[in-house]
């Protein structure tokens, strides 16, 4: 294989294919119509011109047959009249006559032929038109949905990869995580407000306590002041013991108070 001819094929698969890539199928199916149209044009002026080429003819043989008719008939005249001679030379005319009428038929059966076939196809042409015309609406409409799903699965595959989809998905991520610690931190806002209500009321339940323990004192001296005189001497040293240990225990409690 030539250099040349692989160029040339090179060259005819790269127009090829741009050519079928720049189509367009409603634009194509339009100019298709069009180019149908015009051959039917074409294929009209074809039979017209048929049809009267076959009428010249027509009226040449006629014309020639009457010719011949007429000559005949001088010839049956000069006869007549006794003159062979005339009646000769119009037999030779007539005998002209009657091979160009002769000829004249032969083709003007093959023009009728020609013709009819010729209105045939036009008639078939005119029916292929008729149903391209009809196609043409329903395939354009085919293709212009196709088109349409075609860059809508386009666009679908282009939104799962780029990068406006991602941003998207990273923001709701991050609002959620953002909904997480607001509800996380509501929790702890409140774990904390119910330890403060529990610590108070613990204060509450200390100070019940060391009000009932001082009354408790209180009614033990009131008790101590009843005793008679002579064991007053000896319990005197008893108070004190005691007095000491509440002290402790009430500061006990207070560094107890003091940790909550």
């Known amino acids: 294989m030539g250099l040349f001819d692989r160029v040339s094929r090179v060259v005819r698969s790269n127009l090829n294919a741009a050519v079928s890539s720049a189509e367009d199928p409603a634009k194509v199916l339009d100019q298709a119509i069009i180019d149908m149209q015009e051959d039917l044009v074409q294929m009209r002026q074809a039979v017209a011109g048929a049809i009267a080429s076959q ?12 010719e011949a008719n007429t000559w005949q008939q001088r010839a049956q005249l000069a006869l007549q009249k006794n003159d062979e001679d005339l009646a000769r030379q119009a037999l030779v005319r007539k005998k002209s006559n009657a091979e160009t009428a002769a000829a004249l038929k032969s083709q003007l059966d093959q023009q009728a032929q020609g013709v009819e076939q010729l209105k045939r196809n036009l008639i078939a042409l005119e029916s292929k038109i008729s149903e391209a015309k009809t196609k043409k609406d329903m395939l354009k409409a085919r293709a212009s949905a196709a088109k349409a799903n075609e860059q809508l699965q386009n ?3 282009r939104m799962s990869t780029s990068s406006a989809m991602g941003a998207f998905e990273r923001m709701e991520e ?3 995580q953002l909904e997480a610690r607001s509800e996380a931190a509501a929790e702890l806002a409140g774990a904390d407000l119910e330890s403060q209500f529990a610590a108070l009321e613990a204060g509450s339940d200390v100070d019940s306590e060391l009000l009932a323990m001082k009354a408790q004192l209180s009614g033990g001296t009131t008790d101590q002041g009843q005793l008679p005189a002579g064991s007053a001497a000896s319990a005197q040293p008893q108070s004190a013991e005691q007095s000491a240990e509440v002290d402790a225990e009430l500061e006990e409690l207070r560094s107890q108070i003091d940790q909550l």
Do not use: C, H, L
């Open 155 to 157: 666009t679908m595959g």
């Open 55 to 66: 009428k010249r003819v027509q009226q040449q043989y006629e014309k020639a047959q009457s």
């Open 174 to 176: 991050k609002i959620m």
